[in-house]
């Protein structure tokens, strides 16, 4: 089966700083990658989604993240941290026919 | 706006009690997930219904069950509430197959007293 781990529960970057969240994955078939957003009170967003067709995958708000086969990771970055990015960040995984499995999540603070 | 509509926004309940969460999903979608977010246990999948049928099982309570209407919207019932119910419950929804990216609503948070 499938899994995601996220290390860092919670993570503070600087604003203006470099935003690093990691994420290992485990599956034994090729995956499809999603990093997903949440705000508080909210849904989760989609950030972007890894579906082999490019290792560098860019998403929405200037976030992007690398699939790594030989590291089994899918760390997300983004240059330059903003306060609006301040959110729980989830890792997720799906492979074959079974549902989206989510990571614990990153809880990311940006301080001024 | 992801175009999925939750309902209730807040549940508060007893211990013993019964409710029912409503979902409807984005136009044209025809998946419907539940997931459970609680602080200890994160995001767990309860189940999947696609087209009326249901499809996967997760991490489902046998108090708990669901169903998808020829509507496509879906209800998700939990019964005999205990204390460690409490959670945030969000609906979600996908166009097609497992790849294709999941849309979620603002869930309902529930609170068992």
């Known amino acids: 089966a499938q899994s995601v781990t996220q290390l860092g529960s919670h993570v503070s970057v600087s604003e203006g700083a470099l935003v690093l969240l990691r994420c290992n994955y485990s599956s034994s078939v090729p995956p499809y990658l999603f990093w997903y957003v949440q705000y508080p009170n909210q849904g989760l967003q989609l950030l972007l989604k890894y579906t082999s067709a490019a290792t560098l995958v860019k998403g929405i708000n200037g976030f992007e993240a690398e699939f790594k086969k030989s590291e089994t990771s899918f760390h997300l970055t983004k240059p330059s941290a903003h306060m609006s990015d301040a959110a729980e960040y989830f890792c997720a995984v799906v492979s074959g026919n079974t549902p989206l499995v989510f990571g614990k999540g990153t809880r990311l603070s940006v301080i001024a | 706006d992801s175009g999925v509509t939750q309902t209730p926004k807040h549940l508060i309940t007893a211990t013993g009690q019964r409710v029912t969460l409503r979902c409807s999903p984005r136009s044209g979608d025809l998946s419907v997930y539940w997931y459970q977010q609680s602080l200890d246990q994160g995001l767990q999948f309860l189940i999947q219904y696609y087209n009326g049928e249901e499809r996967a099982k997760g991490n489902i309570l046998e108090r708990f069950s669901a169903q998808q209407f020829p509507d496509l919207h879906s209800e998700l019932n939990l019964s005999s509430l205990e204390l460690g119910d409490s959670a945030l419950y969000f609906c979600?929804?996908?166009?097609?197959?497992?790849?294709?990216?999941?849309?979620f609503g603002n869930g309902t948070r529930l609170t068992v007293t």
């Open positions: 979600a929804s996908s166009a097609y197959t497992y790849q294709s990216p999941l849309h």
